[in-house]
């Protein structure tokens, strides 16, 4: 928990996890590990404590399948540790989403994401002082086993074109998102987009967000909600779910660029629009000015009507020397706050 904690940015003084120090026995032989909503963890006691109990009382190398099977009981660990990071979130809030098939989808897929680019690192932590370094070498040269082929896939592709529409890494998109909470991860994931492609031009109004968000999140979710039933099949192989996996994150992300482009162009499409007004309300103005004003902007822009004095000008020679200096005092400009 600990070594999960700190890469997530928290600090014995001050810890992100919401892990209440509790370790029980995971009661449903189908399951591995459970984070709960009370921040308790239990898991397997067959097949993640014993492989680990095991493993430190060696005295031989271990066998691939042991290293395999030891690689799959941190990797429980780990990931159920990455669940405990996430707040829940107010469910009630009017811009909040559900947790349905599509969040499951998304959020199962992204602590597995995480789990995977993080394990050897959570592995060189751990080990030493769980009395297991004599077995790094031998599980760190195992790959980790995907516990939810169907969600890993989607959840890698769509982080890394979040990045790639953001300028951020697919590492600071995976870890902003899983520290967001249940109930507002889908706005923050498109908030990214809409920050570097919309605001940061002069787009977008703020007061525009919530209506862009809904814009936006609805292709990822639709997407997304369709894993859950390719998941929990027993029909198909792993590798036919994470192909299904694959070709549902190209939908989300085709949909997301879609939509985005959709409304970037009625942006642009309106600021274009409202430029060519301004101009003809100005020009339309500047005709209806009196024949005075007609002469003073004629004056000012230097090209005064030949033959006509204009209205109150006197000649340079009576008005006497220009005085030298500033319109207006200058006093010394202060420092800004801090």
Not at 99 to 110: C, L, T, V
Not at 176 to 205: E, F, S, T, Y
Not at 296 to 325: C, F, I, M, Y
């Amino acid at each position: 928990m600990i070594a999960v904690d700190q890469r997530f940015g928290g600090t014995a003084a001050k810890p992100i996890t919401r892990w209440t120090g509790i370790l029980l026995e995971e009661p449903d032989p189908g399951f591995l590990g459970t984070a709960g909503d009370d921040g308790s963890i239990s898991v397997s006691v067959v097949n993640v404590l014993e492989p680990l109990r095991r493993a430190r009382d060696l005295d031989r190398p271990l066998t691939v399948g042991e290293a395999i099977e030891l690689r799959d009981a941190i990797g429980t660990l780990t990931h159920e540790a990455v669940h405990l990071m996430t707040e829940f979130g107010d469910a009630t809030a009017p811009d909040a989403y559900p947790y349905d098939s599509a969040a499951e989808a998304d959020n199962e897929g992204r602590t597995e994401y995480w789990t995977h680019l993080n394990l050897d690192d959570v592995i060189l932590d751990v080990f030493p002082d769980a009395g297991l370094d004599h077995v790094v070498d031998a599980v760190q040269s195992q790959t980790t086993i995907d516990a939810y082929p169907a969600y890993t896939p989607a959840v890698r592709a769509i982080d890394q074109a979040l990045a790639e529409r953001s300028g951020l890494t697919s590492e600071q998109v995976t870890q902003k998102l899983l520290l967001a909470d249940d109930a507002q991860r889908w706005n923050v994931a498109v908030d990214l987009v809409i920050d570097a492609r919309l605001v940061k031009p002069g787009l977008m109004p703020e007061r525009d967000r919530d209506d862009v968000r809904r814009e936006l999140v609805a292709p990822l979710r639709q997407a997304m909600s369709g894993l859950e039933a390719v998941e929990s099949s027993d029909l198909l192989e792993d590798d036919e779910k994470s192909l299904a996996s694959s070709e549902a994150a190209q939908h989300a992300i085709a949909g997301l660029d879609a939509a985005l482009d959709r409304v970037e162009r009625r942006y642009r499409t309106g600021l274009a629009q409202r430029s060519r007004q301004h101009a003809l309300d100005a020009e339309n103005q500047g005709a209806q000015l009196s024949p005075e004003l007609q002469q003073l902007r004629a004056v000012t822009g230097g090209s005064a009507p030949a033959g006509e004095a204009v209205k109150g000008q006197t000649d340079p020679a009576a008005r006497g020397p220009r005085t030298k200096g500033p319109r207006h005092r200058q006093g010394d400009r202060g420092l800004s706050g801090p």
